[in-house]
Structures are given as C-alpha cells and as structure tokens.
C-alpha cells in the first residue's frame, strides 16, 4: 500500500507529526539560538499540540456520549419492537381466532341448512326427521383422538318435540326408525351392529349411579330427546333420554326461537356426557345451532346440532412456529375464566382463572372480541359472552432484547479511538491519494469494470495514454520485432507493418497466454421448450436471476466469469491471475452452481409458472492452455481462444442434465491435485465434434450423510481430507410424489393462478374510478345482482347463452391510471381461496386437470399481453405499418380487446375453470356414464358442467368481495357471464352443431367490411372463442417437448378409460394418424385464423412456426412415440 511505501522509504520522517514534544527546530544558528524560521517551526507545532489536546478531548467528549446516547437509543428501539411484536401476535391471534370461530359457525350453518334442505326435498316434518349418513356427515368437524383438538368432541341431532301430539308421532317414529340408524352409524364406524335395550319413549333418569331409574318426561313439553350423536353410541339406551332437564338446554332453545342463530353456553363440566376416552380436564362448552324447520320467515326451530367443544381449538395453531409466548385469558360475562399459554403453534392449558403472573406487563394487556360468540341476548336471559385477553410474557420481551446496546456503544468507542490514532497518519496521505484516486476515477467506467479484468483494463488505459503522448499508436513502426509470451518459447520473430498489410490493425493487440486453466460451459436444459411459452420479460428474469446468482458465486470463489451465450455460461479459473489449484476451484464452483441453479429454479416457479422448477443444467469443464484477450472493434469484449474452449463446448454438450461432465485432462488435474475421490470415469466413450470418441468423467460422489464441512470437502479449498461431493442426476427413476409434495404444487398452481389473474383484477378496479364510478356496488344493487347471478346461472343454461355479438366496453385504456389499481386484502385472499378450491374440484386425471388449466390460463395471457397496434414494426421485415392516429385507431384495431380488462379477466377466469370436475372421458361416454347429468344438459356436459360448478362456487357468500370487485352492475355482470360461457363452450371442438355456428359466426365476422361498433364487437366476440381455443391446444403450438409432453398425457388418460371399460377403443389405434389429422384439420387452421385476425401480430408466427415444426416431427417420429406410450401405458 502507499503508506507503507511512504513509511519504510522515510517520507514522512520530517513531518510535524514526527517532531512532536521536540524542543528543538530542525535548524539551528550556530550559536545554538533559533532563527525566525525555526520560532515559527516551534510555534506552530506547539499550535498543533494544543489542537491536538482540544481534538483528543473533543473526541473522547464525543465518543462517550455518542456511546451512552446509543445505549439508551437501543434500549427504546429493543422496548419498541418488543411492544410492536406483541402488537403483532395480538392483530394475528385477533384475526385467525375470530377467523377459526367464523369457520365452525358457517360450517354447522351449513350442516344445519342441508338438514332443512333434506327435511323439505323428502317432505319430511320435525321432529320426524332422520339425517341420513349422520355419522359420516359430521366426520370432518368432529375430533378422532383426544390429543388432537381439530373440531368438537362429539356432535349431536336433538330434535323439538313441542307438544304431546308431536310426541306421541314422535315416538312411534322413533320406534321405527331410531335404532336401525343407530345401528347403521355403527356399522359405519366399524363396531359390531347391537341395538341394545331400546327405550320407546321420552325419558328422564331419576335418581343418581346405580339406584338410578328410567321414567317417561312428564307431560308438558317442549322435549328435547336425543336421536343421533357421533361419535356412534354403542347402544341404543340412550336415545329418546330428554336433555330439556338441563336448564341452559331449555334456554338455548328459546334463544334460537327467537333469534334462530347459534348459541354458545357458559363453561361446563361435561364429563358426565363424555365417553370415557373423550374425558378431559380442559374447559369445554355447549354449542347449540339451530335446525329451521323450513326456509320460510317465520319457520320453528325444528331440531339442535349440539356439539361439545373444548377450548383447546380456537388456541392450537394460531402462530406460526418460533413465535415467542403470549398468555390469553379468556373471559365471559358469565364471571368464568381460564388461561392458556400459547407458544407458536401449540397452546398450552394452565388453569382456571387469571393466571399470568408477571406484573411488569399488565399494562401492555390487549382484549380480543370473540364476535362469533357476543349472543343476541334479546330475551335478557343472562347469556354469555366471551373474549380473550392477551399478555406478554419475559420470554418474548427475552427475546427482543439483544447485546446491541453495549456492541454499539463500543463500537462507537472504538471507532473514535481508531479515529484519533489514525487521523495524522490521513491528514499527511490524503491530498495525495486523493489526487491519484481521482486521476484513477475520471479514466474508469464502470461499464469498463464488468466487461475486463482488471490487468486487460490497465493495458487498454496504458495504452490510451501511450497513444496519446505519443501521437503514433502503430507499434509496429517503432518495434521490429516483440517477445511472444510462451511457457516454452523465448524466441522472437518479425511481424509485418502496416505498409505490408494496410488492413493490418495499428494498435497492439491486448493478449496473454495461460498455460494452466479450467474452463466451465453451462447450459441450462430444457430452456427451449420452456421459453417457448412464456413472455421475453419472463424469459429475461430467469436468466438474470439465474446467472446473477452464478455471478455471486464466482466473485466468491475467484472465479473469473467471461460471457454468456445464449442460455450458456462460460467462466475460467486460473486467469486472469494464474493459480495452480484451478481445477480444484472450477471444481468447486461448478457444485456451487448446481446447487444454486436448483433452489432459484424451485423459488421462481410460483412468479414464473409450472415447469420452471423441472429446468435442470448441464455442466462440462475442461482444462488447458488457453489464449484470452480483448478483441477490439466495434463491440470489444474479453474473450477466450484455443482448443481448451472448443473442447469445453463439446464436454457440456455431450454431459446429461444436472450433473458435471469434466475432461480426461481435468480428472487428471484433480488426481494430482489429491481428488481422485471426486472423480468417476463414464461408463461409455463419448463421440466429440473434431476429437472422435474420447473418454470422460463425472465429477461426483456419494452422499455422505452428513452436512457437517470437513476437510476435503468442496467448501473448503484449504483442506485436504477425503469428503464427498453430493450427486446431482435425473436419470434415476424420480420416487412417488407424496401427498404433501402434491398439495405443494397444488398451491404452487394456486399461487401462479392468482398472479395471472390479480392483474387484470387490479386494472376492473382503476377502470371504474376512471369513469367516476363506485369500484363497488351498494348494499341494494349488490343484493339485486346476488338475485340476476342466480338467473342467468341456473344449472343447465350455459347452452343456451352462447351469443353471436357480445358487446365490449367503449372505454379506451388509455383513461386508466394505474394508480388507481388497488385491491383489498380480503379481495386477494378471496380470489385465492376460490381458485384453492377449484383445484380440488378438478379431478386426479392424467390431462384434464387443474395444471393443465393453468397451462391453459398461461398461453391465454400469453396471447392476450400479446395484442399489437399498427404502428408496431413488423420485427420480420423491419418495415412500420403505418402511424397511430390516436387511441380510437388503437381500441378499434385491437377489437376492444385492449381496453377491456373485465374481458381479459374472464377469458383467463375460463381457462382455469373449463374442466372443472372433468371425468376424463368424452361428452359421448360421459352421457352413458352419467344419465343425470345427460338428462339436464342435451349436449356439451362436461363443459356445462363446468360452467355450473364454478359459477355456483363464486356465488357462495364467502366471496361477496371478490364478486364485487368482478362485476359492479348488471352490466358487468352479463358480460362476465357472456365471456364465460362462449369460451367455456368454445373448448367442445367435437360437438358439429357448435362447431357450426363458431364457423359460420367466423364467416359472417370477417366476411363484411363495415367499420361500425357491431361489426367490431362481432370479430371479437369470435376472436375470444379462438383464444381460448389456442391456449387449449396451445401445446401442439409450443415447443416439441412441451406437445409431446401433453400428448403422453392425453395419451395416458385415454388408456387409462380404455383399461377401465370407460373407452371401447385402444387409444394406441389411430393414435399416430388421429394426431396428424388434428394437425392438418384443427390446430394449423386455428394458427391461419389468429394470424388473420390481425390482433396478435408476432405470436400468430410463433404458433404456425411451432405447429408446423411438430406436424413434421410427429410424422417422422410418432409410429415410435405410439409404440413406446403403447408399451408404457397399455400393456
């Protein structure tokens, strides 16, 4: 450094810094008395002690309370979060409880209305009422052990008998009916059928244990007998015992008389009422939702749901693991309370009362409403409510509390100490490095610094500089011969001048020879087909985000990273600084890079869409001599030359995804570099371009078991030991995908889904309040849609909605403000829930499946962001159509398509929902499977199915937000409908008579020329029809491994039908000549119309280019596609 230099050379001994405390100048008279010169001298220095003093102290001043005024600063910002976390647990328990209680209340709401929807289908009168598949019905809100605390303990049908005549119909119903019911339930629940002793009337215990009899209830009702409870009775005893005689029953009843909504009693001890195994100390109470007895308003309670509840469950995962402890009281005003601990996902029973201990945070005390259970106490019957108080505990304080406060203000002491000792050394250096740091900066650009290393860097300033003193840059002309950098030459030869030559360049070339390098070529497998379907802008964040993090990983293992070509990265050890051990680091970047390249892939699948985490990479290293330079021009760049890249090229291209193909020469750099052990010779020999067959390795090894870093491993180059690489292959046979794996790419999907859609969502939103409108509708219009949706979506009518001319908005996009695109939380997190359980609706086939939706939904946002505008340049001639006259010419151009985010939004919308609870076979054998479904669609069943299914889904109250900000007026709400069955409907390319009418609306669209708004709306009512018919087959138009993909899928399912006596055909006859005339008859016609239409400019190209590419293909290669999908499925 230069202030080492500075120091060993004396520079600064006769600096003022050196001659402090000296009483002498550094010249003297004679006479030993000071001259003027030196009085200065002196006096300055002195002038410079005292600064020195007032510095030091100011110094020492400041660094004392900079030090206290952090601490005390740290320890108010560790009390503020501390109070900010806990305010965080709080708004998250406030939300998932109240949440969680909302849940169990619709879902007994719901159980309670299919009960009243039974009793009035089969005319059936309360109380003669019995639920049939009782025990099965209420399986998924009732608890299967007593450790897990999931739903209730035991769920109860109580029907009301309110007056003797009822009871006495009652009773012989009962008689009839009851234990066979009874005994079902138990046969359902595997125990062995017993009816027991059945008691055939309303009856009371009296008296207590064993002295205990059984008497009819007396005879002023009403009764509330017990009829049917899960879990199952092992008898039929006790069915018909009266539960009226519990008081809080009788109140209860007249509660829900006279509100009809649930009731949650006080806190009980309900042992007695509990199986033995049921038994627990942990507070539990009675909740009581009523069953109408019709759907009238002045309709009786005609029975109970009864079920026992423990508390545990509104506490167990209520916060995510490694959540610090809270404590929560729950209160009623029924003067009961009891106190958990909740720590992360668990939840802790500690005992009745108020329980927390720790006074230091009582004021931090935050009460949460439990809403679901503030009962309508309209009689003034002293029911209860309840809420939960929540208080912090040390631990979670604990945990906010950091070393900080003294790391900081040391720190802070430190550094002004280190300030004090080094400023002289500064004050002296500063004026000259900062004139050669300048000097420095003004020739660098930063453009510069990622394009060259830093040695070529300097050369080409040096050179600069050179040229410019000189005013000659032809080295030639002043040297007649130069030295030629060789490991085995130091010969030189004469070179020809520019008079020899004129096109010889004049500038001396920037080049070195390396003797010892290991070259790294990686290419990213699969990325053709995978770009093929997706956007530029997707295609650009892969492999910035991919090769970004290879670009990390290179700066830390010194690793020199040269180009990318393409989706090939190219990157060198061992120049431009030379190193022995550059195998050995090439070695250990490559791993790194194969590591990395899974995880990134895995994290950008849910921003970039299925398939992204199945891109693999395929790695070849080689290593040699190598020529590197900076070959000028007009684009200069640093490149490499020689054999040693040329033979890497042909290592990664003949290596297999996801594992690190090296060279016979780098295996054996690796041997004497003592990492035998990571090699591993291939098996065949490998045929190379210009090399013939040559013998390679894989840089590999076994797993270890262990995670640990040991010596010899590859993230350490330091150590020596023997450790081994992880393996990275997909050759092997992947395992079977488990149920969890499965629901996380489920919801992966889901996640993707909702980016596709969210969007245009946003865009409905910012279009209303660009039109000064509400972004949604009142409470009466909202009310009056709910009552419209339900019209026009009346299961077996989608065939019939189908229409020639959908009109489209006028509202140009150029209005919209992008700021004005704000959706709510709840919105989101409505739209996701819906799509969550649309994928569950879709059925585990092979091809109609909710992946293929998604894939669907893809390409229809792919086609859609693809719409084009004249004045767009035609990227295959260059040549500018002609110029924008506004953006009227813009909306008319593109059909409205382009203005229309609800449009959009419900082409996508259709996409994901077009086979919703597809069975896998087609409308022919699907209405000899399904008469009832035949019966109530004439024609196309499955896509009406689907229709129905998900209309019926998005009209349930829990995504009344999400309807709203769909459609806002009826308008938008016939629209939305409109779009949904004409593309839904489209997707049934085999039923003739639609078929028909999608042509003949073709012909009548494109065959009339006027340019009004009919004709507009016309085309592009047809133009959506054809969307979604693309994105259906989108595949047949995407990359050859995408469409053979899909057809192995289809393939697949067809069998699949055939194997189970659901085909009568093997799909392998006519498979090969089906496809080929699908090609010629539906998918490359399809390719002409979109191209035609003249919306969607460059990607009707892709799409013929792509169909064509496949058609060819498949006809030279499917007999054999069909004989091995033959042999894989059918055999």
């Not at 003669?128 to 809100?141: N, Q, S, Y």
């Not at 993090?549 to 830390?556: K, S």
């Not at 047809?1022 to 018919?1029: K, L, R």
Request: aromatic share 8%; charged share 25%; with cysteine.
């Amino acid at each position: 450094m230069m202030i080492d230099d500075d120091l060993e050379s004396g520079d600064l001994s006769t600096s003022a810094f050196s001659q402090e405390g000296s009483g002498e100048s550094p010249a003297e008279v004679d006479e030993g008395q000071p001259n003027h010169a030196s009085k200065i001298a002196v006096q300055e220095n002195k002038a410079v002690g005292r600064s020195r003093f007032i510095m030091l102290l100011v110094l020492s001043c400041a660094a004392v309370g900079a030090a206290v005024i952090s601490f005390v600063f740290t320890v108010k910002a560790e009390e503020d979060d501390f109070e900010a976390g806990f305010r965080s647990v709080v708004s998250e328990v406030d939300a998932v409880i109240n949440q969680n209680a909302d849940n169990m209340i619709r879902a007994f709401r719901q159980f309670s209305v299919a009960v009243t929807s039974y009793a009035v289908k089969t005319d059936s009168t309360f109380p003669m009422v019995t639920i049939p598949d009782f025990e099965r019905r209420v399986d998924a809100l009732k608890t299967k052990d007593k450790h897990d605390t999931s739903g209730p303990i035991s769920v109860t049908f109580l029907p009301v008998v309110r007056d003797m005549n009822e009871r006495i119909l009652y009773e012989q119903y009962a008689f009839l009916n009851a234990p066979e019911a009874n005994k079902e339930s138990q046969i359902v629940t595997g125990m062995e059928p017993n009816t027991g002793e059945y008691v055939p009337f309303i009856f009371q215990f009296v008296g207590e244990g064993d002295n205990s009899t059984i008497l009819p209830s007396g005879p002023d009702g009403p009764w509330i007998p017990l009829y049917q409870t899960s879990p199952t009775l092992p008898s039929a005893f006790f069915i018909n015992w009266d539960t009226a005689v519990y008081p809080w029953n009788m109140r209860d009843l007249m509660v829900m008389d006279e509100t009809k909504s649930a009731v949650m009693t006080e806190i009980f001890d309900l042992t007695s009422l509990l199986s033995e195994e049921d038994q627990t100390n942990h507070p539990t109470s009675v909740f009581n939702e009523p069953i109408m007895t019709n759907f009238s308003t002045n309709a009786k309670v005609g029975g109970m749901l009864q079920a026992i509840l423990s508390w545990d469950i509104f506490f167990k995962n209520l916060l995510p693991d490694g959540t610090p402890s809270v404590y929560a009281v729950v209160r009623n005003t029924c003067n009961q309370s009891f106190t958990y601990e909740i720590i992360g996902s668990e939840a802790f029973y500690l005992g009745e009362g108020n329980l927390y201990r720790f006074s230091d945070h009582v004021d931090l005390k935050k009460t949460i409403i439990l809403e679901a259970f503030h009962p309508k106490d309209e009689l003034n019957l002293d029911l209860c409510a309840y809420s939960v108080d929540l208080y912090p505990t040390n631990s979670m304080e604990e945990s906010y509390q950091t070393n900080a406060r003294f790391l900081i203000a040391g720190i802070i002491l430190l550094t002004f100490f280190f300030t004090t000792i080094t400023i002289a050394v500064y004050d002296l250096t500063v004026k000259r490095r900062q004139e050669k740091v300048m000097q420095s900066h003004t020739k660098t650009e930063r453009i510069i610094d990622s394009f060259f290393p830093s040695q070529f860097r300097e050369r080409l300033f040096e050179e600069d500089s050179d040229s410019k003193g000189e005013g000659n840059g032809d080295w030639r002309a002043n040297k007649a011969n130069v030295e030629i950098k060789n490991i085995n030459s130091t010969g030189k030869q004469d070179l020809p001048t520019h008079e020899d030559i004129p096109e010889l360049s004049m500038k001396k070339p920037v080049a070195e020879y390396y003797d010892s390098t290991t070259i790294m070529m990686a290419d990213i497998h699969g990325f053709t087909a995978w770009s093929s379907v997706r956007e530029p802008s997707q295609v650009f964040m892969l492999l910035e985000t991919i090769y970004g993090a290879f670009d990390t990983l290179a700066q830390r293992r010194h690793v020199f990273k040269v180009e990318t070509v393409g989706d090939c990265y190219v990157a060198v050890a061992g120049l431009p600084t030379p190193r022995k051990d550059h195998a050995c680091v090439m070695a250990r970047y490559a791993h790194d890079c194969l590591t990395k390249m899974s995880q990134v892939v895995h994290k950008l699948e849910v921003v970039l869409g299925p398939g992204t985490s199945t891109l693999g990479i395929r790695i070849g290293l080689h290593s040699g001599p190598t020529i590197a330079g900076v070959l000028r021009g007009e684009k200069a760049r640093f490149q490499l030359f020689g054999d040693t890249i040329n033979t890497a090229s042909r290592i990664e291209t003949t290596g297999t995804p996801n594992r690190i193909h090296i060279s016979h020469t780098t295996a054996d750099e690796l041997t004497k570099a003592g990492k035998r052990h990571w090699v591993t010779q291939r098996e065949d020999l490998v045929f190379a371009k210009g090399k013939g067959e040559i013998q390679t390795y894989w840089l590999q090894a076994h797993h270890s078991g262990s995670t640990a870093r040991t010596p010899g491993s590859l993230e350490h180059p330091e150590q020596t030991e023997k450790v081994p690489l992880t393996e990275y292959s997909i050759e092997k046979a992947d395992p079977p995908r488990s149920q969890a794996s499965r629901v996380a790419e489920t919801a992966g999907l889901v996640k993707f889904s909702v980016s596709l859609l969210l969007p245009h969502l946003e865009q409905i939103t910012a279009l209303r309040v660009a039109q000064g409108s509400s972004p949604t509708p009142s409470v009466d219009s909202s009310s009056k849609l709910t009552e419209v949706a339900s019209i026009i979506g009346q299961p077996g009518g989608a065939l019939d909605q189908i229409k020639d001319i959908i009109d489209l908005p006028q509202v140009l996009a150029a209005k919209i403000n992008s700021a004005d695109a704000v959706l709510s939380n709840n919105v989101k997190e409505q739209l996701r829930s819906y799509l969550s359980q649309i994928s569950l609706i879709y059925r585990a086939n092979s091809f109609h499946n909710f992946e293929h939706a998604v894939s669907v939904a893809q390409s229809a946002s792919k086609l859609l962001s693809r719409i084009v505008a004249p004045g767009v340049v035609n990227i295959l001639t260059g040549e500018k159509q002609h110029d924008l006259k506004g953006d009227q010419e813009l909306h008319d151009h593109t059909l409205g398509l382009a203005s229309a985010p609800l449009t959009q939004f419900a082409i996508i919308f259709s996409a994901l929902i077009h086979d919703v609870d597809h069975r896998g076979v087609p409308n022919d054998q699907l209405e000899t499977e399904e008469p009832s479904l035949a019966l109530l669609y004439s024609q196309s069943i499955a896509e009406q199915n689907s229709i129905d299914i998900a209309w019926r889904l998005l009209m349930d109250d829990q995504f009344k937000e999400l309807r709203s900000s769909i459609y806002s007026n009826e308008e938008e709400l016939r629209h939305f409908r409109s779009i949904l069955v004409n593309s839904t409907m489209a997707t049934d390319i085999f039923e003739k008579s639609l078929a028909k009418a999608r042509k003949n609306r073709w012909d009548a669209a494109f065959a009339e020329q006027s340019p009004g708004v009919e004709s507009r709306n016309r085309k592009a009512t047809i133009v959506i029809e054809h969307i979604i018919q693309a994105s259906d087959v989108a595949h047949c138009m995407q990359h050859w491994h995408i469409y053979k993909k899909w057809n192995e899928k289809l393939f697949a399912e067809r069998a699949e039908a055939f194997r189970k006596g659901r085909a009568d055909q093997n799909p392998t006859e006519g498979w090969y000549e089906g496809e080929l005339w699908f090609f010629d008859n539906y998918v490359i016609p399809l390719a002409n119309k979109l191209e035609s239409c003249g919306v969607f400019g460059v990607s009707c190209v892709e799409f013929m280019s792509y169909a064509k590419q496949n058609r060819v293909e498949w006809e030279k290669t499917g007999k054999v596609v069909v004989s091995e999908l033959s042999k894989k499925y059918c055999s």
